[in-house]
Nanobody
Framework: QVQLVESGGGLVQAGGSLRLSCANS????????MGWFRQAPGKEREFVAA????????SYADPVKGRFTISRDNAANMVYLQMNSLKPEDTAVYYC???????????????????WGPGTQVTVSS
């Protein structure tokens, strides 16, 4: 079973950067697509970014394109989200999620992801 834990969240000023990490302490997730989602207070959980099992393709939500980068290291059982040029509207709890085993094109609906971490808070001040 995949067991995910996020880290790297915190408080940052607008324009700053953070790097979120997602560690898997369970079985290897090399055959899983991985995604990052976020949820702001009073809002539904939304897709941020996803990466295919091989790392060969990625997908991003429009609000974060060009600012966020998702990557993975299957040997280390890690997934990352580099967040640059942060904006106050990026404030949310960020969740790492695993979809699989699944070898197709990445999916963006949270309903397709069957393993979730507890989340890490990201707060961007203006």
């Amino acid at each position: 079973q995949v067991q995910l834990v996020e880290s790297g969240g915190g408080l940052v000023q607008a324009g700053g950067s953070l790097r979120l990490s997602c560690a898997n302490s369970g079985r290897s997730f090399s055959r899983y697509a991985m995604g990052w989602f976020r949820q702001a207070p009073g809002k539904e959980r939304e897709f941020v970014a996803a990466i295919r099992w091989s790392g060969g393709s990625t997908s991003y939500a429009d609000p974060v394109k060009g600012r966020f980068t998702i990557s993975r290291d299957n040997a280390a059982n890690m997934v990352y989200l580099q967040m640059n040029s942060l904006k106050p509207e990026d404030t949310a709890v960020y969740y790492c999620a695993a979809d699989g085993p699944y070898l197709g094109l990445v999916r963006t609906s949270p309903h397709d992801y069957n393993y979730w971490g507890p989340g890490t808070q990201v707060t961007v001040s203006s």
